[in-house]
């Protein structure tokens, strides 16, 4: 594989750009492999990438039944936090910030991250005081996040509304080291690095069937044949269920639809991330100029990826309150994903009962910015067979055993 360089551009800027090789090749599957990751979502590649650097496993297949990256992971709003409560999670996903903010390095692929800063409004007395706490709890895990006053907050975001009739700005927590990524080139990068070990990164192949024997995968059945294995990771998000369900077994997640929409470009008027969770809106600018809003999830179970009007209406309607020059803004696009969202809103890296099948799944509205710790913790259970010290607690027995990772008021909404 050719390294991007600034050297690598300007001689291909002589040659008119007809040197560059494929980013990563889609090969043919073939009939074994050690081991078949299903869905090629940034969790299932960065797993693939993990397995190969930090184990040697390169013998692997990623099955993608649409284009990689197709699914949440080219759909999310990118925000990357790890402001979490409970010890497990801050370890998480304080592993994987960690891990963004060397990853255009280690990949050789520019994935865009910005760590301008998260901030989460607090708007109510109830809500300030949960915020405290995790500042608190921060403090304690090693996550670096304070809790800043109203005109701290205005300071950092002019354009904010802090005396919002029904809600003022009481504060935020403030994590300076979280921002954004480029969702897509996060699934490009990972993709090359597994091409480029010797992977198989295979699209347009779904996996319609998991077979077994003696309480072990055999194969996969796929839109493209048979395909054996002699481990199988699931990493499917919102088709976590549907893949269970072909493996034999059931899960405690359910499958909504989340959404998200762009304004139209404007010049630069907000540099960090804001969410407000009482009012139940976010907002970031994009590199492009574009205002990135994320909304809620449907209350309802379904698998129809899209967008839906009374979503947009009651978001931007809450998202006016705090900033109202956005009642001006036309806004360009809106989309819906699949996100899979367990009882406690924690994820699942967990052995199954299946003996050689693992799976990666529940992590509902806010598994973006877990990629690479997510992919990290993933190929360790893959690899050894048992969870490392951060999936532990992820099993998905916990949902039986009563040990719940209760993070529904950092993920129950926003990101
Ligand atoms: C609108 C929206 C906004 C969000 N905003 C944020 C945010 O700001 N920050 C954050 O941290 N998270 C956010 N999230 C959540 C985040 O996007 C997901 O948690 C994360 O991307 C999940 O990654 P993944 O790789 O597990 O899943 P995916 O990217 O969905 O990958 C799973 C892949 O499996 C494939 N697949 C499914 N079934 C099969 C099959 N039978 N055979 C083969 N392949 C199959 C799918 O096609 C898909 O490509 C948001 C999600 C949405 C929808």
Redesign the pocket.
Known sequence: MRRYSAFAIAREAFRQHKGWSEAWSSPEPRDHYDVVI????????ATAYYLGKRFGITNVAV????W?????????????RSNYLQDPSAALYEKSRALFETLSQELNYNIMFSPRGVMMLAQTEHEKRGYLRTERANALQAVQTRFISPSEVRRLVPIINIHGPRYPVLGALWQERGGTAR?DAV?WGFARACSAMGMHVIEQ????GVESANGAVTAVN?TKGRIGCTKLGI?????SG??ADMAGFRLPVESV????LVSEPIKPCMDVVVMANTVHG?MSQSDKGEMVI?GGADQFNNYTQRGSWHHIEETVRALVETFPMISRLKMLRQ?????DMTGDRSPIISKTPLGNCFI??G?????????PG?GWAMAELVARGEPGPLAEAFSMTRFREGRFIDESVAAGVA?
């Open positions: 299903v869905g090629a979502g940034g969790h299932g590649l099955i993608e039944k649409g990689l990256g197709g699914g949440n992971t080219g759909r999310n709003t990118t925000i990357i969702h699934a192949c779904a996996v319609t796929t990493v499917v998000a919102g088709h549907a893949l639809a989340l959404q998200a976010y994320g989309w819906g994903g699949i996100v990666n799944c992590w509902g509205t806010g598994g973006f910015k877990a990629t997510s990101h």
